[in-house]
């Protein structure tokens, strides 16, 4: 990482069907192949995910967590944003892969995901980001 405290290396948006899963066998061609048949028929889907590949330099003492803002929109053309956070632990490997989840009631409520951010967090200071392409054009104009 050559001094930089913390760094999102990849994030990929994934649904997930009715029994949680975004595979069918640990292929990266049958992973694919099964994204392209839930994004193709939304009855099959049960879920979204945000897999996300990451590195942070940290005291023991500091928590890091990982946070994703998802802008989606309804079949009534309402925009939805949601906040996922879940708790990041360093290990002592190159980069480790987190899985932020929408299921459930929340995951019929989000509707089409259009843009997302994944930010790592050390307490209250930022110290990465990665944003989807749509994000900046998703802006509000407050």
Do not use: C
Request: no cysteine; net charge positive.
């Amino acid at each position: 990482m050559h001094g930089a405290p913390g760094r999102i290396v990849k994030v990929l948006p994934q649904y997930l069907d009715a029994r949680g899963r975004h595979m069918l066998s640990p292929s990266l061609f049958e992973r694919d192949a099964y994204q392209a048949i839930l994004n193709a028929r939304p009855e099959l889907r049960g879920g979204f995910q945000l897999a996300v590949q990451w590195k942070a330099k940290s005291a023991p003492e500091t928590p890091l967590r990982l946070r994703a803002e998802l802008r989606s929109v309804t079949v009534g053309n309402e925009l939805v944003e949601t906040v996922i956070e879940q708790a990041a632990r360093p290990r002592r490997r190159l980069s480790q892969w987190n899985y932020l989840r929408v299921e459930g009631e929340t995951f019929k409520r989000l509707g089409e995901v259009r843009a997302w951010r994944v930010s790592l967090w050390a307490g209250e200071k930022l110290l990465a980001e990665q944003r989807s392409f749509l994000w900046q054009a998703g802006r509000r104009q407050d």
